[in-house]
Every structure is written in C-alpha cells, then in structure tokens.
C-alpha cells in the first residue's frame, strides 16, 4: 500500500470529515473511564449501589448503578458529539476558506491507494500565528485512521508540517493535545517538541476534567504540583517545537 501526503483537494471533503469524525468520537470511552473513576463519582457508584441492595438486594445494586453509569456516558457521548456536529458546521464545512485561503496557512491529507481505490488515511493542518513581532505555526487537526497508526505516518505528517513551516522563516510550531493521548505525546517529544503548559479552557464540561493545574516551568513529569497538593495532568497540554535557519532546537519551556 503506497501513502501519499498531499494538499487536500475539494473530493476529500466527505473523507476527512469522517475521519474527524471517528477521531474525536474515540475520545468517548476514556473520558467515560476517567469520569467514572474520579473521587467523587467513585463514592456516588458505591452509594448507589449499597442503597440498591438494601432495597432491592444484588438486582436493585446492578439496575441503579448500570443506570448511573449508563447516564455518565451518555453525558460523554453527547459532548463529543455535539463537538463534532459543531466543527462540521464551521472550520471543517469550508476547510479551504479556514486553512488554505492565506498563503502560510495548509491542510493536507494522506493518501493511501490500493485494492484498485484512494482514500484518506490522515489528515493535519497549520495556521500562522503572530505574537508581536515573531511569526509561528499551529498544528491543527492531526488525525490517523487506526488501521495507519504505528506505522510512520504521524511522524511524516508532522514533519510535513514542520518543514512547512521552516520555509516561511517561522519561529516555531506549537500544537496543544489532551493528556490522554499518550502515544501522541511520545512522537511530538521524540520529534524535539516541547512541554510548555497544561490548561484547562476546553469545550469539557467542569465535571469531565481533571482540574486546573498551574506548572512549573521546565517541569516535564505527568503529575504537577499545585501549590501543597498534586493533580494529574489537566486536559490540554501546549507542546512547542523551536525552528531557527533551518534547524530544529530544543525550546526552552515557559509559560505563557
């Protein structure tokens, strides 16, 4: 199977809106997991299901702790879903006016052909940013379709975008990803990006995230300390990849 990394044509649309698609819809279960497994919803499971059993013995526990956590991901499912149906009506809707319309802005996909058909296997875009007189790039949109994954490709694409940006003088390019998405984060550090934040402003609901942290600078470990207490990383961690005269460098970490 031969893959090709292209600019995205009009005939892509209504691939890589399904790719988006089934790439945010993957997020369902582990933010159903962590939900489920935070203190609090950990102590609501187990009131419900001592109140089930005294009143109703082991059926009355399982019916209301299934319901419980039937309606916990329900809550999860809608919204990612609500996300999607919502970029699909924006950004995603008019990819060319949105990522390809200014000259240091692009979107790609990757092509793969085989069995006599073409179809989109990944996607990701770069927006130029300006921050007073420095010029970056923002890494956008970065999806792989699970049957490509382990294979490379991430790694193509993100080099794609970073020489992309190394050709237009830009400084850097930054990319902000949730905590959960491990092996992601493993491939951006392995690339020479670095941890700058974490931060919590996300379209999650309060009681889906894992609290607001505050970073040390230069701290790399998963979990940071917020004053006398320690939290697990917030769902949104900022990554930065220093680009100068055609070289990558190792970005000193700060905090914006």
């Known amino acids: 199977m031969q ?59 399982l019916a209301l702790v299934s319901g419980w956590a039937g309606l916990v991901y329900y809550c999860c499912y809608k919204v990612y879903v609500d996300f999607v149906r919502q970029r699909l009506q924006m950004d995603m809707r008019d990819i060319v006016g949105c990522y390809m319309s200014q ?7 990757a092509e793969a052909s085989g069995d006599g058909k073409d179809r989109v296997v990944g996607m990701v875009a770069v927006v130029a940013k300006e921050n007073g007189a420095e010029r970056y790039g923002e890494l956008f949109r970065m999806c792989i379709s699970p049957a490509m994954r382990r294979m490379g490709l991430g790694y193509r694409m993100t080099q794609t975008v970073v020489d992309f940006c190394k050709q237009r003088g830009m400084s850097k390019v930054v990319l902000d990803t949730t905590s959960s998405q491990t092996a992601g984060i493993g491939l ?60 990558i460098l190792k970005c000193k970490p700060s905090l914006a």
């Open 3 to 61: 893959v090709t990394i292209r600019r995205y044509q009009a005939r892509d649309e209504e691939m890589v809106q399904s790719l988006f698609s089934r790439g945010i819809e993957e997020h369902v279960w582990p933010s159903f997991t962590k939900a489920m497994s935070c203190p609090l919803y950990l102590v609501l499971t187990l009131g419900l299901g001592v109140a089930g059993y005294l009143l109703a013995c082991g059926l009355g526990a």
């Open 103 to 109: 000259p240091n802005d692009c979107f790609w996909v």
């Open 188 to 247: 951006y550090q392995k690339m020479g990006f670095k941890y700058v934040r974490s931060y919590t402003k996300t379209h999650l609901p309060d009681w889906m995230m894992k609290g607001r942290c505050v970073i040390r600078r230069g701290e790399m470990a998963r979990n940071y300390t917020v004053g006398q207490k320690t939290r697990s990383g917030s769902d949104l961690d900022r990554f930065s990849l220093r680009l100068c005269k055609g070289k």
